[in-house]
């Protein structure tokens, strides 16, 4: 197995992050259907993220 170089270590790290996903639910959705959604588009947009469970949303009790 091949360690990345410095340089191209710092270029990893230092890259744009990739654009977010929009989720957009009812505003009468439960914490559970935000949780399938959320699953659902992680699972669609990435093979490595087939497994993906939502464990907690963060800030969820302050709404």
Same mark, same amino acid.
């Given at each position: 197995?091949?360690?990345?170089?410095?340089? *191209?270590?710092?270029? @990893?790290?230092?890259?744009?992050? +990739?654009?977010?996903?929009?989720?957009? %639910?009812?505003?009468?959705?439960? %914490?559970? @259907?935000?949780? @399938?959604?959320?699953?659902?588009?992680?699972?669609?947009?990435? $093979?490595?993220? *087939?497994? $993906? %469970? %939502? +464990?907690?949303?963060?800030?969820?009790? @302050?709404?």
């Amino acid at each position: 197995m091949a360690l990345p170089s410095s340089r *191209e270590l710092k270029y @990893e790290l230092m890259r744009e992050l +990739p654009p977010g996903e929009l989720i957009v %639910v009812s505003p009468y959705a439960s %914490v559970g @259907e935000l949780k @399938e959604a959320v699953q659902g588009a992680m699972r669609d947009t990435d $093979f490595i993220m *087939e497994q $993906f %469970v %939502v +464990p907690d949303i963060k800030d969820m009790e @302050e709404m």
